[in-house]
């Protein structure tokens, strides 16, 4: 199925070479050079995936991912020449959904490409039910997530982090049964990112995220989620 992909690169001859493979895999690609064009095209056009550079003149691409994430559930994969944890969980944590440095195989950021818009797809189609879990509501069939009535805007990773701990509450999810339920068996993710991600949804769903109540830690082992309200813990 073709997508709509945004690629924002300054580097012209990267965002050529992303651009011819990306149209060989039969998707519709827009290019643009720097963040304000960034922010603009994809106001504008709505893409399905954006491929972003951090390092672009003017406004960069975490900041440009921080405005985006503010109002859209774009998925974004994010490009750095920077190879730390601290600059990979920067990404991540403002809401990136995946993660490249350069230099990278242009096959494997396909194989990105693709893993991210397969899990787009998947969070749109029809399930049987609503899910509950005390004032949090996933509803698979309209991809849309509600606290106490309110709608929360998720991205693609987030949505199917809480859409598995909804789906069981009270059970306790190791990192890497999150990431399995995520990412499948992509190795390229690591449990760090599922830290980040839950970090993430903690400030959308919890009353105080620095002291949640219903996406709970469980040391040692991982994440569970709860309705406080229940006296179940």
Known sequence: ????????????????VIRRYLEHDGHAVLVVHDGHAAIAAARRHRPDLMVLDVMMPGTDGLEVCRILRAESDVAVLML????TQDDLLAGLDLG??????KPYNPRELMARVRTLLRRVRR???????TLRVGAVTVDPVRHLVEVAGSRVGCTPVEFQLLEALCAEPGRVFTRAQLLERVHGAALYITERSVDAHIKNLRRKIEPVPRRPVRLLTVYGVGYKLVDPESGHA
Request: charged letters at 35%.
């Open 96 to 101: 990136a959904d995946d993660y490249m440095t």
């Open 80 to 83: 750095t020449a920077r190879s």
């Open 123 to 129: 969070t749109q189609r029809p399930e049987d039910r």
């Open 1 to 16: 199925m073709c997508a709509h992909v945004l690629v924002a690169e300054d580097d012209t001859m990267q965002a050529e």
